[in-house]
């Protein structure tokens, strides 16, 4: 029997140490090359590491929540060559019920197929990632009961049911605002911010424990030393100011209704992107770097954007936004928010950022104070949108609001700087059409 030891590789530039997240396999299992085995954390993200050879797991060597340096030998995979075959204990019958059960709910959709919106999937089994276990004989699964068609069908593409399960949305109760009744993102993160007002409104109970205690490590250690050194080595200067986005909400409704941006998320953060963009052209030194000896200025735009992710801060970039049409950037953002939710946003999406965005807005802010990414010299703030009265030829009507403020290196840019850089953002969103220049 061939016996292979699989180590920590080095995912990233640097990367010294690991936390092992959550095993993928477990001994007996049988995997193919590139099958995943383990999600590890590093200091940026988390990490799928694929198996390097086909064979059938043989031991576990670092237990979930274990941080490793990299090169220590983490499972064990044996090629099975004369090998007696591995004997898994035989499932319950309850296991062998709910695997059943999966079968008849769980839609399959092989490579080729459309996506299923309502009903069971286009083909009629599902496969299982551990092939190595021996499935015992079980009794037939009686035919499928459909039930008939409810008054109300909950129309949601499988990414939209996985996002509703992971923030704990009922879509049953979700109003789908897409066609024919679509339950799309959007509703679903609104869905979920509701939920979370009215959880919030009932006051929890104190938690047994006098005390919680949790390690710094992983990704927040990354973050609290990135912050400090910004913080601590960067003179930070804010400026702020009130704007109308009533005619950047008005664009917004537009695109959404545009056959052109169909299936793509349109926000006001598209918008704000684009004015960044088209600001920085005006104001380069905005989108530098400062070192001991010279200012470099970028004539390109890595767009980072600030994500809020169940492990921490990140901050993925898209990369050369300057040369994107406003589909091409809204594609890209999309999937760059998608990914990071995800927790599959990898080392080289942080790296080579050029000047940032925090849409603090989401969280029902009207502005802050942002602390610079590390190697940048400016970040920009966008304040929650909501209608206020406001002044318009001398009359007061009801406007869309938003505050937009930004932080910046005093080292190289000064006063007069950066307030024609918010300034031309702020043009922006006020109006639009100044982007069709």
């Known amino acids: 029997m061939s016996e292979q030891s699989f180590p920590l590789p080095d995912v990233g530039e640097g990367l010294t140490e690991a936390e092992i997240v959550s095993w993928k396999v477990a001994p007996g299992d049988r995997v ?13 993200s988390l990490v799928e590491l694929p198996s390097p050879f086909a064979g059938t797991v043989s031991e576990i060597l670092v237990a979930e929540g274990t941080t490793v340096d990299v090169g220590t030998p983490i499972v064990t995979v044996n090629d099975g060559s004369a090998a007696a075959p591995v004997a898994a204990p035989a499932p319950d019958a309850a296991v062998v019920e709910a695997a059943a059960d999966t ?8 490579e080729g197929s459309g996506s299923v919106l309502v009903g069971y999937g286009s083909a009629g089994s599902v496969t299982s990632r551990r092939r190595g276990r021996p499935t015992p004989a079980a009794a037939p699964v009686p035919p499928l009961s459909v039930p008939a068609a409810s008054a109300n069908p909950i129309i949601a593409k499988p990414p939209i049911r996985k996002l509703a399960k992971d923030l704990g949305v009922d879509l049953s109760a979700v109003q789908g605002t897409g066609l024919v009744g679509e339950i799309t993102r959007d509703d679903v993160v609104r869905s979920a911010g509701q939920a979370s007002v009215f959880r919030n409104i009932e006051t929890p109970a104190w ?6 205690r949790i390690p710094v490590k992983g990704m927040r250690k990354a973050i609290a030393q990135a912050m400090v050194q910004s913080a601590f080595t960067a003179p930070h200067v804010s400026v702020f100011v009130d704007v109308d986005a009533t005619r950047t909400m008005e664009f917004v409704k537009r695109l959404k209704a545009s056959p052109d941006f169909a299936g793509v998320k349109v926000s006001p953060l598209l918008i ?23 200012i470099i200025v970028r004539h390109y735009v890595n767009l980072g954007i600030a994500a809020a992710t169940p492990r921490g801060l990140i901050v993925p970039n898209v990369k050369e936004a300057q040369g994107m049409s406003l589909l091409e950037l809204a594609k890209s953002l999309e999937q760059l928010t998608l990914t990071a939710r995800d927790g599959k946003t990898t080392p080289a999406d942080m790296q080579d950022g050029t000047i940032t965005i925090t849409n603090i807005g989401v969280f029902g802010m009207d502005t802050g104070t942002p602390i610079l990414n590390p190697g940048e010299v400016g970040i920009v703030a966008l304040g929650t949108i909501k209608q206020k009265p406001w002044v318009v030829d001398g009359e007061v009507r009801p406007r869309f609001v938003t505050t937009i403020g930004g932080s910046f290196d005093h080292r190289v840019v000064d006063g007069d700087v950066v307030s024609r850089f918010i300034a ?14």
Do not use: C
């Open 103 to 110: 079968q008849s709910t769980i839609a399959a959709e092989p």
């Open 207 to 212: 938690a047994p424990e006098r005390e919680e």
């Open 272 to 294: 704000m992107a684009r004015a960044i963009i088209w600001a920085v052209r005006r104001n380069p030194t905005v989108n530098a770097t400062w070192t001991e000896n010279e």
């Open 32 to 44: 193919e090359i590139n099958d995943t085995l383990v999600e590890i954390e590093t200091a940026k």
């Open 424 to 437: 031309d953002v702020a043009s922006i969103i006020e109006e639009p059409a100044l982007l069709l220049d």
